[in-house]
């Protein structure tokens, strides 16, 4: 059965020929208009991911976005303003996953969807659980939990932090995580992960300004550092 993914474009030209891109690569896609009949839609459809602008009439994307986070996981890809860095990390900080910026190229937006649809498949088998002090992941169940209670984290964040933490210890580039966390096999963008990292933080650290789990490797990137006898 073919992925589904939801479409929110208020210029019906563009999405005609988004439409098209995401047909001719097999999908079948669920078209939104403004953000009210998105959130309307999404109720009542099954999709697989969300492809999201955030300049709508009305309710805009960040609205949506927030709206959708509040009941489900499902990948969003936001498109925003080329160059608008400020819509790029408000959308991430919203839990969107990623973002594509207009004019897109075809190619890469086609490779942003298969990257995210990918993601939802999972992988190889991983370890029943990882304990890392008073941080506990279950790499199976999709589920973190700090000091017994449990962990509200995004798709993305969750598996940024499984990823870690079956490499504990281990440097990791920017562009690594964009390869084994969100599936890009190009340069991306560092920003998804900083501000994916910064989110994670918030929910995992004790105090997020002076990290003690996931600490920043200055020039390099980032590392998970297991406790003594935390594994």
């Not at 498949?121 to 008073?134: F, K, N």
Request: with cysteine.
């Amino acid at each position: 059965m073919a992925d589904t993914v939801m479409l929110v474009e208020d210029d019906h030209s563009v999405r005609a020929l988004v439409r098209m891109l995401l047909e001719d690569e097999g999908l079948s896609v669920v078209e939104a208009a403004t953000g009210t009949q998105a959130v309307e839609r999404f109720a009542i459809t099954s999709v697989d991911l969300v492809l999201l602008d955030i300049r709508l009439p009305g309710m805009n994307g960040f609205e949506v976005c927030r709206q959708i986070r509040r009941t489900s996981d499902v990948p969003i890809i936001m498109v925003t303003a080329q160059h608008d860095s400020h819509d790029v990390v408000a959308g991430l900080e919203m839990g969107a996953d990623d973002y594509v910026t207009k004019p897109f190229n075809d190619r890469e937006l086609l490779a942003r969807v298969r990257a995210q649809l990918r993601r939802r498949t999972g992988g190889l088998a991983a370890p029943s659980a990882i304990v890392l002090g008073d941080i506990e992941v279950r790499p199976e169940e999709g589920r973190a939990s700090k000091c017994g209670e449990e962990l509200s984290l995004t798709k993305t964040e969750f598996q940024l932090l499984s990823h870690m933490a079956q490499h504990p210890n281990r440097v990791w580039t920017r562009d690594q995580l964009l390869e084994h966390v969100w599936g890009y096999t190009y340069q991306g963008d560092g920003r998804l992960v900083d501000t994916h990292i910064a989110r994670l933080r918030a929910k995992v650290e004790t105090d997020p300004s002076n990290p003690d789990l996931i600490q920043t490797v200055r020039g390099i990137g980032y590392r998970l550092s297991s406790p003594p006898g935390g594994r």
